[in-house]
């Protein structure tokens, strides 16, 4: 069954005499935005840009860390490959923790969009609070559980000893802060339900801005602030985010676009979270299975090759994220396109806004890859100026031209995907990522990256041994896979009858 409708217990009744006496500010933002006289690329460009300028600054960050770990560092040899290795490890955990933050913030976007579509101001300024109210709960609880679990994470992950310990002191700020962190992402998505993508510019891209000198003042050290080195940079980011989450609240307690916090309106209302998990669980299972994915991926690599190969595939996927991360830029525009459109009725036009939303951004990613393609020895020479980093760069260069070739299946996995989740079809989708991971990319991997693979009571089988090539010839197929699945999914009608 396709028709995910939320019965009459899960609607939330918000009574006009539990709202404030000061109306939160009109939703200027919005009415413009969703002018039907304007052409549908100008609406997902003026919701794209400033979602892609923020990217851009997040994606100056992660090149900035990747700069002080490979060329700043007052270290050489092996220990110089350790700690660009834990950084991909790292990385790859920081992510994962990014991911977590889908569990409540695609049910504040497609529940705020939906709506302010249909006109209920108050319900959407109600469910704002209630999603800022879980991201503190989420964000707590998980915080806690991941910094006690650290080291069976890393255990898991095959990372053992120097990178192991270089990798846990770059997390730890992170999960002691993460609450902040999971608080800005939630409020960021809120406003984006409102058609307010350029506040969360402007705090995001701030936390990046900010975080760079931060970064920098704890690696270095001054003054009081001991030279941190490494771990230096995990503590930054930390700090960063966590500014972020407090302007994040600051913005909403003074009210923008139409939504605004009240104490009164976070208090527990079980209906309504219920409504929002409805939609943001699965998503946020989708999200999970795909950072589940990631982190069994980079244990195979973990436990098959060597600190190069690991240090190579941090680069590549440093390198990567410009284009991914410019490709949710877009899947942000076309989920609040399409979710506001729902909302007022218009399923014609919310179908366009996601095809015009891929459109514009798989061009701009056929674009990264072609750059990729290019420029991959020069890219990865930025990261590895030392004649004992070379290798990397040998190994490295082959998988970035490689996954340069799937760049539009990846825009089409990414602008898709959020363009249903607009929708709010957030549970078959979860099938295409269990496919694509757990029955594609996964077995290929182990098939054609390790010399030797062990499936128990079967026995030891011979794989291919390609190497780190092999593990990312898996992930061009699977991308492939998924991308067609996500395009054959949107290009059906079920999702426009859907309700959240």
Same mark, same amino acid.
């Given at each position: ?218 690696? $270095? ?110 899947? $942000? ?22 095809? $015009? ?87 290929? $991997? ?55």
């Amino acid at each position: 069954m396709d028709d995910y409708r939320v019965k009459e217990p899960f609607l939330p009744t918000v009574d006009p005499a539990s709202e404030p006496d000061e109306p939160a500010p009109l939703v200027m933002p919005v009415l413009r935005l969703l002018d039907p006289r304007r052409p549908t690329w100008v609406l997902v460009l003026m919701l794209a840009w400033p979602t892609l300028v923020q990217q851009l600054l997040v994606f100056a960050v992660n090149l900035f860390d990747g700069l002080m770990a490979g060329r700043f560092q007052n270290v050489a040899g092996q220990e110089q490959i350790a700690t660009q290795a834990a950084q991909t490890t790292a990385n790859y955990l920081a992510w994962f923790l990014s991911s977590c933050t889908i569990l409540v913030s695609v049910g504040a976007t497609a529940l705020v969009a939906r709506l302010l579509g249909g006109g209920d101001r108050r319900g959407a300024v109600h469910a704002c609070n209630q999603s800022i109210l879980l991201g503190v709960v989420m964000g707590v609880c998980g915080g806690v559980a991941g910094y006690f679990g650290l080291p069976y994470i890393l255990e898991a992950l095959q990372l053992h000893g120097e990178t192991a310990e270089f990798a846990a002191a770059f997390l730890r700020p992170l999960f002691v802060l993460l609450t902040f962190q999971v608080v800005e992402s939630v409020g960021v998505a809120a406003l984006v339900g409102a058609g307010d993508t350029v506040t969360g510019m402007l705090v995001l891209g701030g936390v990046a801005l900010i975080n760079m000198p931060l970064t920098w003042l704890f690696f $270095t050290g001054w003054g009081p602030i001991p030279a941190l080195g490494f771990a230096g940079i995990g503590l930054g980011t930390a700090v960063a985010h966590a500014l972020g989450g407090l302007a994040v609240l600051g913005v909403l307690l003074r009210g923008r676009a139409g939504l605004r916090l009240h104490w009164r309106l976070l208090w527990p209302n079980g209906a309504l979270i219920r409504r929002l998990l409805w939609v943001s669980v699965p998503a946020g299972l989708d999200s999970l299975s795909l950072a589940v994915g990631q982190l069994w991926f980079l244990s195979i690599v973990n436990g098959a090759l060597d600190d190069t190969a690991k240090a190579a595939q941090g680069i590549a996927i440093r390198w990567e994220s410009l284009s991914f991360l410019s490709g949710a830029a877009f899947g $942000t525009a076309a989920m609040a396109l399409v979710g506001q459109n729902l909302g007022a009725g218009r399923p014609a036009q919310a179908a366009r806004s996601g095809w $015009t939303a891929f459109a514009l951004g798989g061009v701009w990613m056929a674009l990264m890859g072609a750059v990729f393609y290019v420029l991959a020895p020069e890219m990865f020479g930025l990261f590895c100026p030392k004649p004992e980093q070379a290798p990397i760069i040998a190994v490295g260069v082959q998988v970035l031209r490689l996954v340069a070739l799937a760049q539009p299946a990846l825009a089409a996995a990414i602008i898709f995907t959020a363009s249903l989740r607009g929708a709010g079809d957030t549970r078959v989708p979860v099938l295409f990522t269990w496919f694509g991971f757990f029955g594609v990319r996964i077995p290929l $991997t182990y098939l054609l990256a390790c010399n030797q693979i062990n499936l128990g009571p079967l026995g030891v089988w011979h794989g291919f041994g390609l190497g780190l090539w092999g593990a990312w010839l898996a992930m061009f197929i699977d991308l492939w896979v998924r991308g067609l699945f996500f395009l054959g999914r949107f290009a059906g009608a079920r999702w426009q009858r859907l309700r959240v």
